[in-house]
Every structure is written in C-alpha cells, then in structure tokens.
C-alpha cells in the first residue's frame, strides 16, 4: 500500500527539477559567490539571476530581497531589526495571537527586553480585524507583524487593508508569507507590505532557505554581522545550493499556480465535504472559503487528536494535529483557543495539507478510512458514552 502524505503545510517533498537544478551548484559550481575568480562569479551570477526572478514574482526590486536560512531566521530578523533600527521612534509592536512559533516566540522575548507587544485577538475563523489594528496603533508604535495565511487553520488574512492602515501611520509592516509563497500570487505593493517572510521547503524546494524582502528605504538591523555578503544586511556565505532550488521551486510553482490552486481547492473542499458528511459532531475550523487552497483542518469531538493521527498512520496517512512544532506537547494550539475552540474540541483536531503530489485517490481513502477510526475510537471513549 503507498502512503499518503498529506502534511505539505510542515514540509513538502523536494521535486526532481528543483534537485536537478540545485545539483550543479554542490560539486561543479560550488565557488564562494565573495570570491573574485571565475568560480565565485559563476555562482554569483546564478544567484543574481534567481533574485531577479523571485524579485519579479513579488513586484519587487531585487535589491529588496536578502537570502536568508529559512523562515523563521527571516521573521526573527524581521521583528529585532526593525526593534533595533527603531528605537528612537518607539517601542511598540503589534501582532496577532494566531502568529506562528517564529513571530510569537520572538515577541515574547523583545518583551522580556523591555518592548511592548499587543496581541489582536481574532474572530471564530481566525480573522484579524483591520480596525482593531487602527485602534492599537500609538505614537510609540515602530512595527505590526500579521501573517499571510495561517499555517494550521488556513484562514488568509486582510493584508492588504491591513498594510494600508499601517502605511497611513507610517509603520512598518511585516508578513509572514511561508504558507503563501507559491501558493498564492504575491504582490507587495498591492500588500501594502514593508517586510515579507518567505521559506522554500514548503513549496518543493529545499530546507534551510527562505528570503526576507525589505522595501527600499525600510530601517532595519543586519541580522548576522560578518562579512560584505547580501550588502551587509546578512553576512555568511551564501547557500548557492538552497537559493538556486528556492528559485526553482518557486518558478515551478507560480508557472502553475492557477490550476494548482483550482485543483487543491476541489481536493480539499471534497475531504471537508467527505468528512463532515460522514462524522457526527465534526466541523471545519477556519473559513470556509477564504482559506489556503490545500488547507483542511477539521475538529471531531470525545476523541484525542493524537489517537486519529497514530491510527491513520497505521493505515499509512500522514497527518497532522495543529502545527508540528506543538504535536508534542500537550498544550491544545493556540491558534484553535484563539478561534474559540473549547479545549475538548481543540485537542480532538486534525489538519490535512495537500500539495503537487495529492490525488484524487488519497483524498477518497482518508474519507473511506477515517469515519471508522473515529467510530472504533469513540467505542472506547468515556467522553463518548457521557456526552449529552
Ligand atoms: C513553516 C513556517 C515557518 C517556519 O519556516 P522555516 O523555514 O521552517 O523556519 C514560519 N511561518 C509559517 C507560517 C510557517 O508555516
């Protein structure tokens, strides 16, 4: 029997063209891009050549986009950069509470180093309201960081209205675009965004690489002091391997990226629709229909999140309760508490992620497969046989 992997919003396969592409760059192109002679030049000559094409697919400058290590190194930088390069003008940072690990953890900690943080709530499908925004902005206010589309509920959120609110206060604004970035056409002016975090492992492309792009004129903080690379914004030597699949990966993906987004949509909305149909006290979490195009996360009541996981893995399905970084832990996700979910419901919750590779075929056996987990779980659930 194949296994299913439906688990593309943690990481995604890297496709053969990427790896092909990135290949040639580890064993015959493999001088350091600082270095003068022809073997640095002619991996830096790639290397401009993939920021000129992923500056293209954002509406940016490629002077605007500065390879990093990832995503979560792109929004660490994002937030303490613009901390530190805006400390004359304030302290005050506003976020969401739905933000991913990588911006939370990071506003935990500038607060612990003295910066105040708002945290806007959102409504039951995870939307952050542009006006309450507008309402916590202050004088002191130097930076609002809300996501793109969220990782683990799939609700895609006002950027632009967002960005336009903070552009007519004159602060900066930063989007953590991981979940999007070829998944969705991104245009940073039509975002009104300042700062967009981006990362290619989960669009086929490799781990270990992602971008930070910053708008000419934003002031922000070098992240890694060094040596002259990425114009001294980002110093280490560059991971010519990981940018060229990045780019690669990307120009795949936004070659296809209407027809993928239509297929995607159709596979997912047959799951919820599947799964709903057939699962007494279930229900989707996240907006119905402004959501990412591969995104189904699904709540089914008395039973344990992690109990339906380890079932279908047994049955060789991939899937994932809330975000990966927190499958571990015992705590229900913040994002499922921050929509309203009572605890009860949040710990009895599944995400399905789709990608390239998702068919037809999987999605009809994670419908045929999952109700009779659910059913053999629930036999042996004393929150089932109390339930009102
Ligand atoms: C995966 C993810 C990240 C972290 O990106 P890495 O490249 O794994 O560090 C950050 N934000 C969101 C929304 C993500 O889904």
Redesign the pocket.
Known sequence: MDKIYLDH???TPVGTEVINAMLPFMSQVYGNTSSLHSFGQEAKTAVERTRDQIAAHINARPEEIVFTG????S?NWAIKGVALARKDKGNHIITSTIE?H??LEVCGFMERQGLDITYLPVDEFGFVDPGDVKKAITDRTILISV?HA??EIGTIEPIAEIGAIAKNHGVYFHT?A??TFGHCPIDVEKLNVDLL?A?A??LCGP?GA?LLYIRKGTRIEPFLHGGDQERRLRASTLNVPGIIGMGKAAEIALAEIGSESLRLTALRDRLIEGLLSSIEDSRLNGHPARRLAGNANISIAYIEGEAMLLSLDMQGIAASTGSACTSASMEPSHVLSAIGLPHELAHGSLRFSMGRSTTHQEIERVIDVLPSIVNKLRSVSPQYRRRA
């Open positions: 919003a943690a990481t990832g995503g979560t190194e929004n991913h990588a911006v996501m969220n990782n953590d991981v979940q975090s990362c492992h989960k781990k992602g």
